[in-house]
């Protein structure tokens, strides 16, 4: 039965973009984007799939969806994801995640929503030790 089946909640795992140091002051260009493991034990078979959708102008707008693996994510340590377009901060980012962590799968989305992505919402990234934006 469903009811038997453990539903356990993903915790100590983060989404964080990161300008790049030459794209601090530069509205165009590339950002970063990161999986944090803050868990102190590694997490396995890690899939990361990322999209955008949205509208701009009055236009539907919606990107190619991505997916990378990673066969393992050390304990306390990041990992980068994928470069980012600042123009793509004017629609939804959503990145879902899956991995193995103690003989069980999790899953989470991690929604960036339009306009997120901003300077107004910056905050320390553990580990890189830069600004940027980040979901737990």
Do not use: C
């Not at 300008?19 to 601090?24: A, V």
């Not at 002051?25 to 970063?32: A, P, S």
């Amino acid at each position: 039965m469903k009811k038997d089946i453990p539903q356990y909640k993903v915790e100590e795992l983060a989404i964080a973009i990161v300008p790049r140091e030459n794209d601090l002051e530069v509205e165009e260009g590339l950002w970063d984007t990161f999986i944090l493991n803050l868990k102190n034990e590694p997490i396995k078979n890690v899939l990361v799939n990322s999209k955008g959708y949205g509208e701009i102008d009055g236009e539907k707008m919606k990107t190619t969806i991505l997916r990378h693996y990673f066969e393992e994510i050390p304990a306390e340590n990041v990992v980068q994801i994928e470069p980012i377009q600042t123009k793509l901060f004017n629609i939804t980012n959503e990145y879902w995640v899956s991995f193995s962590y103690k003989n069980y799968m999790y899953d989470k989305k991690y929604v960036f929503v339009q306009g997120s992505i901003s300077r107004s919402n910056f905050t320390t990234i553990p580990f890189l030790n830069k600004k940027g934006v980040m979901i737990r």
